[in-house]
């Protein structure tokens, strides 16, 4: 039997406090969310401006759980928001293709009722978890770069980076110290890129 997200998982998604200070220019919000391989890349990616800058680890988070939280991270208030997603590498675990593609189809719908810039991040590989999620892991990249380019998202190909040795840890689902900084680097500079 499936426990609920709530009671199974550690939600690590901090609070933004509102300023009192006005600036000249507003700035556009980002909102990083996405699983666990997020947890480390918060200093990297709101190091620059803390305020409207915000990364919400969901460990253990499938494409549907974020689909459910989306109306709690972007607010009314913000204008135009910048929303990076890395999500989907829980569900190409346990789902087959037609079921994870079903779920980033209605995660699309509820995106398009907010106004924002969105970009999904490519599932990264797994070490030794055997063909059947490797190619998986595949198929749903193929799938879901084709389907940001038709629906007009963003889509961030990690390509080949994380198949490096050092990169992944022992095993073979989780980012080493060297892989997370890597991680943490590219979002970091794809959020970047993106707001210039």
Known sequence: METPLAGRHEMHCPEMGGSTTT??????????VGDSLLRGTESSICRPDRENREVCCLPGAKIRDVTERLPRL?????????????VGTN???????????????????????????????SILPVEGKGLGRDRRIVEVNEWLCRWCRREGFGFFDHGMVFHEGGVLGRDGLHLTKRGNSIFA?????LVRRALN
């Open 185 to 189: 680097s590219r979002l970091a500079n």
């Open 23 to 32: 600036t000249p220019k507003r700035r556009r919000r980002v909102v990083v």
């Open 74 to 86: 972007i607010k009314p208030s913000d204008r135009y928001p910048f929303l990076l997603l890395h």
């Open 91 to 121: 569900d190409a675990a346990k789902n087959d293709l037609e079921q994870i593609t079903a779920d980033y189809v209605a995660l699309g719908r509820r995106i398009k009722e907010f106004e924002a810039q969105v970009v999904f991040s």
